[in-house]
């Protein structure tokens, strides 16, 4: 079974610029979820989506980010302008929802590394 | 909002050394989920657990969660390079709000 996958692995841009995240989760999996990890600390849910609703996006800062998902399947992250404190890895994870713990097992993609300068 | 505390930091071992981790958590955990991560790469689900007392193991990691559901160990025997990573803990409080992750234990295995 394939994993989550996301591109492009690595990115690095100047402030101001925009930029774009593309996950493509397990199939099947109800439920994406994108987390923001900087550099020392745990990942951070920006955004939860049960099939292509919103179920969460409290921590998002929509002022520059915005994600969708078009027909409930594949999810993209984008900034817009970006900031030297975005410089972090932005990781998605799936899960087909339900279950222990009501997500179900969270399943994570590789990745992707942004650094802006 | 819940925290998670992770101990240590950081860890440094021998090559097989027996370890554990801790995760503490602010309040009760609904489920508590540990993940291995490698530099540059994502999260590896190791494994779940969300019964008080509740013990599981997988090859030579154990992980424990206590009968009051704040406080889960991670126990790796005979740690070996491939042990090496970053051990996460994430937790579930109310089983509809999302995982909320500690800030990870490094791990070196030295030969």
């Known amino acids: 079974e394939a994993g989550v996958a996301q591109s492009p692995r690595y990115k690095i841009i100047e402030k101001r610029q925009s930029v774009a995240f593309w996950c493509n989760p397990i199939s099947g999996h109800a439920t994406l979820y994108w987390y923001q990890q900087i550099l020392g600390q745990g990942p951070k849910l920006l955004i939860q989506f049960q099939n292509n609703g919103v179920v969460d996006d409290s921590q998002l800062p929509k002022d520059r980010f915005s994600a969708e998902r078009l027909k409930g399947v594949d999810s993209t992250l984008k900034i817009q302008p970006a900031k030297l404190e975005d410089s972090a890895v932005y990781l998605c994870?799936?899960?087909?929802?339900?279950?222990?713990?009501?997500?179900?097992?969270?399943?994570f993609g590789p990745g992707t590394r942004l650094l802006v300068l | 909002s819940q925290e998670l505390e992770q101990s240590p930091q950081s860890l440094i071992v021998q090559e097989g050394k027996n370890l554990t981790i801790n995760c503490t958590s602010s309040k009760t955990l609904y489920g508590l989920y540990w993940y291995k991560q490698k530099y540059g790469e994502g999260l590896i689900f190791l494994m779940m657990?969300?019964?008080?007392?509740e013990e599981k193991s997988h090859e030579k990691i154990t992980a424990k969660l206590d009968e009051k559901k704040q406080q889960s160990s991670l126990h790796i025997t005979a740690s070996q390079p491939s042990h090496a990573g970053i051990y996460l803990c994430?937790?579930?409080?109310?089983?509809?709000?999302?995982?909320?992750f500690g800030k990870g234990t490094r791990l070196s295995v030295i030969a």
């Open positions: 994430g937790a579930d409080n109310r089983g509809n709000t999302p995982l909320v």
């Open positions: 994870a799936s899960s087909s929802g339900g279950g222990a713990g009501g997500h179900g097992t969270q399943y």
């Open positions: 657990l969300q019964k008080g007392g």
